[in-house]
């Protein structure tokens, strides 16, 4: 079974903490996503990746970097975590460019800084 | 640019009633639509899609029909249970692009 793993579900970090959040796949996707998702917002993309160490900037990637040294490995890093990166991070990867090429998510990250 | 609107929620139901959720958008070209769903303290999985206008995806029981003349792509399912409560996401994928345009999630609630 197809698989998208990212490595804890559950983080509680302090302000000014530099934080990784790490995902994997193990189905050889070109395009790798994090996203973040909040009450009432949805979904908005924090970063992709179309290739190793290829990445372009989302939607809100103010506060966040990202590092793709491995096709199977997408990290996303906080430099300085705030009470407003508390959220639900999700990551997810897709084959390369399609129409119709569907996304695959992992179960999230809950992250809360104090 | 390309958006996509859902209804908000939540939408409560009892078990059995019958299922719309609606969405439409607003896209360039002929985009894929695609409906995910997240259950609770899931990641997001593909529940249907369709490709070209007046194609209906379905699975599970659920379906949605392509309608370009309405720019919409409506969930519907004729008897909900308990186990569908869920959030929905209605999506787009424009052609040539890669990254998927999200509505912000409709909750939906089913009673026994």
């Known amino acids: 079974d197809v698989k998208v793993t990212q490595s804890s579900r559950y983080l509680v970090k302090r302000t000014g903490e530099k934080v990784f959040l790490e995902c994997v796949q193990d189905?050889?996707?070109?395009?790798m996503f994090w996203y973040r998702q909040d009450p009432g917002l949805g979904l908005r993309l924090i970063y992709f990746?179309?290739?190793?160490?290829?990445?372009e900037k989302g939607d809100i990637p103010e506060g966040y970097s990202v590092s793709r040294e491995k096709k199977e490995r997408f990290s996303l890093i906080l430099e300085s975590a705030s009470t407003n990166q508390t959220s639900m991070y999700l990551c997810?990867?897709?084959?390369?460019?399609?129409?119709?090429?569907?996304?695959?998510f992992g179960s999230g990250t809950q992250l809360s800084v104090l | 640019g390309d958006s996509v609107t859902q209804m908000e929620g939540p939408v409560t139901l009892s078990e059995e009633a019958f299922l719309t959720i609606n969405c439409t958008y607003t896209?360039?070209?002929?985009?894929?639509l695609f409906w995910y769903v997240q259950y609770p303290g899931e990641g997001l999985q593909l529940l249907l899609k369709?490709?070209?206008?007046?194609d209906k995806g379905s699975n599970k029981g659920f379906e949605a029909t392509y309608r370009k003349e309405t720019t919409s792509f409506h969930l519907e399912k004729g008897s909900v249970q308990v186990s569908d409560s869920a959030v929905y996401f209605c999506?787009?994928?424009?052609?040539?692009?890669?990254?998927?345009?999200f509505g912000r999630g409709t909750s939906l609630i089913v009673h026994p």
């Open positions: 997810a990867s897709s084959l390369l460019r399609g129409t119709n090429e569907k996304l695959f």
């Open positions: 189905m050889d996707h070109e395009n």
């Open positions: 990746s179309y290739d190793v160490k290829m990445k």
């Open positions: 896209a360039t070209g002929y985009p894929s």
């Open positions: 369709a490709t070209k206008a007046d």
């Open positions: 999506a787009l994928l424009s052609g040539g692009s890669y990254i998927p345009t």
